[in-house]
């Protein structure tokens, strides 16, 4: 089959776009393997070491505050100084943290180095994101290839720690460290060499919108919640009220968690086509049907599919909001990424409560119905984004 001349040009673009991204998609995949290595260790600590669920809860609380409290601050200093250290150093100190946590004795230990692990996936998002666009220049597609980096370590950790952990027990956490050690490394260098080609940190020229941004980062926060809500208890849902077995409520967060990897970079095609304002508009719009139908549907086996498709539609406007978010602080990327991929992303697990609450007096389908409605939110926050501004100056590569 000969491929048209549109096709050529689109697989030729995304060639392109992943040579200039395959150092920080990796890394990025790496880094956030270590937050899903968290949720995914928890419950061997309670089985292993008698943890009450609300010592569960701390360490989930530990990772989180870790990972979202000091990301604006170190976005501040990532955007002063170039520090190109800054991201394999998080990388590096976010694996070892979570590697460390299996062998500790002690719960305090334990905490203590899930925070470190949360701090050091702090450390990396916001100059992994500066620099990041630095070598995605203007491309909305090579920026949702860094997105769709975290999306699927994330999506990959429960898959490969579980089975480790099965066989092993929790300890076996600690073999997840050497390819944090090795790809920070790797880092290391492409920062040393991309260095001789920089002379200062590579900024879009204008002037910073701080309420665009604000209204951004509402945005992306609707977008944490619903996929909290969806992340915790679809396992559950389908399970407790489909009446599916627990390894087809596995599959299904999993089918979730797949789609939004598919979303981030479908989302980056989208945006360079129709641009990044009505790429979130179609997100915000497909997610309503799409989670509606996940909570309609009266089997669980087909409603994998749709397990996939709200992942799908949810994490449409991910990369595209890392991306606007940068544009509207122009010359602050690293605060811009610092808070739309760490902090707006981590306070989504903030709801979670509230969702347990819903679901303690109310059942695990009224999380689904209220999941259903949050899109609306961002739908309208989203048709109050003005048009990011041009640049002055280009990036330079």
Not at 101 to 122: D, E, K, Q, R
Not at 249 to 265: H, S
Not at 308 to 336: C, E, I, S
């Amino acid at each position: 089959m000969v491929s048209t001349p549109v096709e050529a040009t689109s697989a030729a673009h995304v060639e392109t776009a992943w040579k200039r991204m395959r150092y920080w998609v990796i890394a990025h995949a790496v880094d956030d393997f270590y937050q899903g290595l968290v949720p995914a260790s928890i419950p061997f600590f309670v089985l292993e070491r008698d943890y009450s669920y609300v010592q569960a809860s701390g360490l989930a609380l530990a990772a989180l505050l870790g990972s979202a409290l000091p990301q604006p601050i170190l976005g501040l200093l990532a955007d002063r100084w170039r520090m190109l250290w800054l991201a394999p150093a998080g990388l590096v100190t976010a694996g070892i943290g979570a590697g460390l946590a299996g062998l500790v004795p002690t719960y305090s230990l334990v905490w203590a180095l899930l925070l470190l692990s949360g701090i050091g996936v702090a450390a990396f998002h916001p100059a992994a994101g500066r620099d990041a666009r630095r070598d995605a220049g203007h491309s909305a597609m090579a920026m949702s290839l860094f997105s769709a980096g975290g999306s699927a370590g994330f999506f990959l950790a429960p898959a490969l720690a579980t089975p480790a952990l099965v066989a092993l027990g929790v300890g076996a956490t600690a073999i997840f460290i050497p390819p944090a050690v090795l790809t920070g490394f790797v880092l290391w260098r492409h920062q040393l060499r991309r260095a001789r080609n920089i002379a200062a940190p590579n900024q879009i020229g204008g002037r910073d919108r701080w309420i665009p941004f604000i209204v951004l980062t509402a945005i992306e926060v609707v977008r944490s919640v619903s996929c909290a809500g969806i992340n915790t208890f679809i396992a559950l849902y389908w399970i407790n009220h489909l009446g599916s077995s627990q390894a087809l409520g596995g599959i299904a967060l999993t089918a979730f968690l797949g789609g939004g990897v598919a979303g981030t970079l479908l989302g980056g095609r989208i945006a360079d086509r129709v641009g990044m304002l009505r790429t979130i508009q179609i997100g915000s719009v497909a997610a309503i049907p799409a989670f509606a139908a996940l909570r309609l549907i009266p089997n669980p086996t087909p409603g994998l599919l749709f397990a996939m498709l709200a992942g799908v539609t949810v994490n449409v406007p991910f990369a595209v909001l890392v991306k606007l978010g940068q544009d509207y602080l122009p010359t602050r990327p690293g605060t811009a990424a610092g808070v739309t991929l760490g902090l707006a992303v981590s306070a989504g697990g903030l709801f979670v409560p509230v969702f347990g609450l819903i679901a303690d007096s109310h059942g695990i389908e009224a999380v689904l119905t209220t999941v259903c409605f949050i899109p609306l939110a961002a739908l309208v926050l989203g048709f109050l984004l003005p048009r990011p501004g041009e640049p002055t100056a280009p990036l330079r590569n």
